[in-house]
């Protein structure tokens, strides 16, 4: 059974930063792909950014580029999404999820049937 917990959320002034962490129980075929989503109270969920676990391929989406990185510990058990130059609009619930596969549909949320609790990240 695969579990995901997430950590490292918090409150921050805009402009600052976090580090949320995803520690996934097991490392198999089944969580080959992790992908950080957030979601704000009544909107969709928004795919963040992407990990391929054994090969360490990565995808960004359009809100993280130039200021979010997602990245991997050398376990590869645990998963880091470093958020720096944080807005008000960042504000939201971010969860991490796994799949056995990224390709082409690394954030398509049906494609995901692991999911953690998700850490809050206000900003300020």
């Known amino acids: 059974h695969v579990q995901l917990v997430e950590s490292g959320g918090g409150s921050v002034q805009a402009g600052g930063s976090l580090r949320l962490s995803c520690e996934v129980s097991?490392?198999?075929?089944?969580?080959?792909?992790v992908t950080w989503y957030r979601q704000v109270t009544g909107k969709e969920r928004e795919a963040v950014a992407s990990?391929?676990?054994?090969?360490?391929?990565?995808y960004m989406g359009d809100s993280g580029k130039g200021r979010f990185a997602i990245s991997q510990n050398n376990n590869k058990n645990v998963v880091y999404l470093q958020l720096n130059n944080l807005t008000q609009e960042d504000t939201a619930t971010y969860f991490c999820?796994?799949?056995?596969?990224?390709?082409?549909?690394?954030?398509?949320?049906?494609?995901?049937?692991?999911w953690g609790q998700g850490t809050q990240v206000t900003v300020s």
């Open positions: 990990i391929t676990p054994a090969g360490g391929t990565k």
């Open positions: 999820a796994a799949a056995p596969e990224c390709g082409g549909s690394w954030s398509t949320v049906a494609n995901f049937g692991y």
């Open positions: 097991t490392t198999s075929t089944t969580t080959n792909c």
